[in-house]
Structure formats: structure tokens, C-alpha cells
């Protein structure tokens, strides 16, 4: 469901229940019937939750250097992510950037603490941390579909130097993933 937050008239009885625009009804309209079917079911281990994605600005900063002090730009521009930007934010801009729907499905795999995750049952895997090692590249390749040459996307900041992202890079390719980009 896509809705626009439009206001609701302040007479009306949705205003004087508390609510200020449509979204909010619709989201509660969404839990009721959710509710309604577990009771209907009597299965507690349904899901019946739901996501709510509001338009904002892209979560990578944008590349706009002052030359007079292009060292120190460099330095900020390091990690391109905007700090108050969760990895779910930037998992999801992806997702659409690529062209996936935000209803394919996103599996979490734990991985020593870390979270890399699996899109469309191995058509893409992320990992959006610090820290990227050729363990964590392993544990990727583990979870690629067998049918579909993955996209493999990881946070340019995570590569703790060249070194390694060659290295993961090479390693991906020597098993046949050839889509390996940053971010």
C-alpha cells in the first residue's frame, strides 16, 4: 500500500480519535486486521507486521569538493555514509537503486556478530560493515543462489585498505561472481 500523508479534516471523527492524516489511519487499519486474523487463526507466530518507508535524501553524502582544501576532503569523504543513516536505510536505497522491489525478500544472516544480508534467496548479498575481511567474503559465497551469478555489494568505507578489497574482489570472481561493486 502507497499512500501520501494527507491531512484529515479536523471535524471529522478520525481527528477528534487523534489522527492527523491518512497514513496514520490506513497503519492503523493495517495492525487491526492483522490482529483480527490472529485471533481469527488462533496462531500467535504469524507476521503481521509491516513496514513504513518515508521519502528523504539519499543516504550517501554528496561528493562536492572545495579544492582549496581538497586533502581534508578526502579524508571526510571517507566514509560516505551520512551519520545519522542506519545500514538498513542504505540496504533499502540499494535495493532500489538496482531495481528491486521493496518487497523482495531480505534475509539476515549473522556471521560473527555482523550482519550480511541475503536479497532475493541469493540473488544479491550485502554487507553494509566495517571491517571486510576474505572470512566474511567466505561466508558470502556460502549463501549465493545456484542458479544466479550474484550481485555482491559491500560499503566502500568497510575495506580496511586496497589490499583487501582486491582481494575479496579477486576471490568473489575466481567463483564466478563478477558483479562486485561499493558503495
Not at 528523504?56 to 581534508?72: A, G, M
Not at 531495481?99 to 556478530?113: A, M, S, V
Amino acid at each position: 500500500m502507497m499512500q501520501f500523508p494527507e491531512p484529515v479534516d479536523e471535524k471529522s471523527q478520525a481527528h477528534k480519535a487523534g489522527y492527523k492524516n491518512i497514513c496514520e489511519i490506513g497503519k492503523e487499519r493495517i495492525r487491526r486486521a492483522g490482529e483480527k486474523i490472529v485471533q481469527e487463526t488462533g496462531k500467535n507466530d504469524l507476521d503481521i507486521g509491516f513496514k513504513v518507508f518515508t521519502l528523504d535524501s539519499s543516504n550517501i553524502k554528496t561528493w562536492d569538493p572545495d579544492f582549496e582544501n581538497l586533502k581534508q576532503d578526502l579524508f571526510d569523504y571517507k566514509d560516505n555514509m551520512k551519520e545519522d543513516r542506519t545500514k538498513e536505510d542504505l540496504l533499502y536505497e540499494i535495493l532500489l537503486k538496482i531495481g528491486l522491489p521493496l518487497t523482495t525478500p531480505i534475509e539476515e544472516i549473522d556471521y560473527n556478530g555482523k550482519t550480511i544480508y541475503n536479497v532475493g534467496f541469493g540473488a544479491v548479498l550485502l554487507y553494509l560493515e566495517d571491517d571486510i575481511d576474505l572470512d566474511i567474503v567466505h561466508e558470502m559465497m556460502k549463501h549465493k543462489s545456484e542458479h544466479l551469478s550474484p550481485k555482491v555489494i559491500f560499503k566502500e568505507s568497510g575495506f580496511m585498505n586496497d589490499s583487501v578489497k582486491i582481494n575479496a574482489i579477486q576471490t568473489l570472481k575466481k567463483n564466478g561472481i563478477n558483479d562486485v561493486r561499493s558503495v
